[in-house]
């Protein structure tokens, strides 16, 4: 007779699985690093010899294409030895060898300054496909501006897509410009990411408003495009709700968009304005996030941020003269997008009015406001 085998797991079978399959996915996760690393190191030593040769023997480019052949010849189940990879292999060399790099393990990416080396190019492009190090090396000129998003791209695991994105919106001239009143109301732990998780401007060109659009109307615009809300907000955004209520004692409050950010625990409300900033936007977003804090945050969050995002912030001693005895935290940046005037007509003509938009947009909150009295 045959024996069915037993389906019942021992007491600790469970977390020891747990365990035996997340070690597994880091040796594949440490493996693929490691065969990256050591591709990206051949390619830097092909390119530094390649170019040391040039210098020294006068090489021209009937010699790399030579090269190119014999290496493809003798290594016929290698890609990559074409003439085109070897002089972006020489690009890659010329582009990054005059900078002060950083040989650091991925933990310690942003600290430890270890002197340069000549046999190996800086820590983050060793870690990054060589794909990703093609497009900072065309897309970029500044090889300071390039190891920024170079480390940017590993701490965040950009996708190259992703990674374009944010070149051509230059997210390093807008990153933690934002003017804020964290010094004095967030922990120092919290601090220095907070700042840097704002910025300033905001891009919003992937929506389309009229001159006489209302706040509801780029409001909407955001929501119908979160996936490119998120990705202009920055890594560690969730998307929490939309005009979310909030009963304070007798009166109904709606938060125009709030978020959860994974890295600074706590809820992001963000309060869109249509016109330039004001002194009292600052005592509202205040009394927002008291209300937030009393209650939606959990104990364990930290404080919850405003980020008011003004149609103009330019000035600057406005702002910071209204933050500056506030005590929640709170950040002031100005929003960009496009005008519907600068679309053909025919196109302005198919887009639904003000009028429609504001119309389809007061029906839920009415419905709201009924369920709650």
Known sequence: MKVKPSTHRPSGYAPLLAALK???????????????????LLYWHIGRKILQAQKTEGWGTKVVSRLAKDLAAEFPEVSGFSVRNLDYMLSFVEAWAPVTILQRPVAKLLSQPVPPSDDTPPAPLSLLPWSTNLILLHKLKDPATRLWYARKTVE????????????????????????????HTLPPAQLDLAREVLKDPYLFDFITLGEAAHERDLERGLVEHVQQLLLELGTGFAFVGRQVHLAVGDEDFYLDLLFY?????????????????EPEFAGKMNFYLSAIDAQLRHRDDAPTIGLLLCQDAKNKLKVEYALRDVKKPIGVAEWQTRLVDSLPKKLQGSLPTIADIERELNKPRRLRAKATK
């Open 261 to 277: 950010h994974l890295r600074l625990r706590c809820f992001v409300l963000v309060d869109l304005k249509m016109k330039s900033f």
């Open 22 to 40: 997340a070690r597994v996915r880091a040796a594949q996760v440490k493996a693929s690093l490691s065969i990256n690393h050591e591709l990206i």
């Open 156 to 183: 965040h695991g950009w996708s190259r897509t992703v990674l374009t994105v944010q070149i051509e919106s230059r997210l390093h001239l807008r990153s933690g410009k934002a003017i804020t009143n964290f010094a």
